[in-house]
């Protein structure tokens, strides 16, 4: 690769971004960080009236949630002088055409196509109207939406994720560029935009291919460097649907309000439907690494949202204290004795908030069950004395079982649910200094 990698995310900023729109941006960013090049977040927006900013602030901070972090910002709605100078230069050269057919006439015209057994390709009527003809519809109070007009003839390209591609552009009709309000379609604006910021690659879902073939004749129509481009497969739920930014499906800051991990939908927004196996990959770097596009199916990416579930719970076992210091504290965890707490209840935990519920078992108070107060009692009578470390429960539970015999879970059960008020829960090895003698010894007694 000759010159550095300038990659781009380009969302329109017309909802919150879902764990399907992860896919390309983190696609997108991981190349970057592999090539060492950098990476461009621009809003789509031409869009006025879906488009909103309080949904372009969200892109960023949803973005940043995910780690990533733009090296550089653009919107579109900033631009429109630039795309209006390459809109006439195609007027120029007669490529972009004006259209006064309402959308009825096109859908009629459609139906006779398809009742004729054609395909409905718009017929470029328009390009047959005189000025005359143009003058005297415009007199009628229409306005024009513009059509690109494309070249009948095949476009191919070497693809980073589906190898040798081409698109028929013969089977298609002339896109409409610009509506009739003068708005603009994506379609021009983005190539634009690649061509003037200099992107060298373009990785993009696979519902883009047919654009591309629109697109490579725009660039060469305004002799413009084509970049590479690599389409990749979308995500889909389990059963094929794909994910839908109106219906709010799965959006990050959903996941993120759940307790998620970033790593953990990284990971999963990534690797399915990949050559690797979907598993949590907490660094950035590593997630790199494993990235190749040349690898990455032409399936559909199938993924079911609970996979989640298990890249979370990974990635928070392994975690060190120093990474949750924050959260811990802000989740009522006092920092003296935290990092003890962490690491006696990090095996336990599916998210990282249900540290909350454990450090309030630790805190107390809790409502201790006890089904048998003489064993309790006697239990009672053997707490060791303090100091209390990591060997506490062990010498204690020893002592317990010698005098009252009482062995495996009929020694540890009611031990924990009179201390704990719980069957389940960490190992009360690391539990039992953190509450302390004091407070081991009222549970005891049954009181919380
Ligand atoms: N705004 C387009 C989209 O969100 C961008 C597609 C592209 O990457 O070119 O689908």
Partial sequence: MTATPLVRFAPSPTGYLHIGNARPALLNALFARAHQGR?????????????????????????????????????????????????????????????????????????????????????RAALALTPAE??????????????????????????????????????LSDPVLIRADGSYLYTLPSVVDDAEMGITHVIRGEDHVTNTGVQVQIFEALGSAIPVFGHHNLLTTADGEGLSKRLGHLSLRGLR????????????????????????????????????????????????PQELDGLNARLVHAMPYAEVADRLAALGVPPDGAQAFWEAVRPNLAKVSEAGDWWRVVAGPVTPVIGDPAFIGAAAALLPAEPWDGETWKTWTGAVKATTGAKGKALFMPLRLAVT????????????????????????????
């Fill in 134 to 171: 143009r003058t005297a519809l415009e007199a009628e109070g229409r306005k024009p939406h513009w059509r690109f007009k494309l070249d009948a003839r095949t476009v191919a390209w070497h693809d980073l994720v589906r190898g040798e591609a081409t698109v028929d552009c013969a089977s």
């Fill in 421 to 448: 008020g719980l069957e389940h829960g960490p190992d009360l090895g690391g539990l039992l200094p953190l509450i302390g003698r004091a407070a081991v010894a009222r549970r005891l007694a049954g009181a919380g």
């Fill in 39 to 123: 990476f461009l977040l621009r809003l789509d927006d031409t869009d006025a009236e879906r488009s909103t900013q309080a949904f372009a602030e969200a892109v960023a901070e949803d973005l940043a949630w995910l780690e990533i972090v733009p090296d550089l910002f653009a919107r579109q709605s900033d631009r429109a002088a630039i795309y209006d100078a390459a809109a006439e230069r195609l007027k120029a050269m007669g490529r972009l055409y004006p259209c006064y057919e309402t959308q009825d006439e096109l859908e009629r015209r459609r139906r006779r196509q398809l009742g004729r057994g054609q395909p409905p390709i718009y017929d």
């Fill in 257 to 304: 309000e759940a307790g998620y991990e970033p790593a953990a939908v990284r990971s999963l927004a990534v690797l399915t439907g990949t050559a690797e196996s979907v598993r949590a990959v907490a660094s950035l770097d590593e997630l790199a690494g494993l990235v190749d596009l040349a690898q990455i199916s032409r399936a559909p990416a199938k993924f079911d």
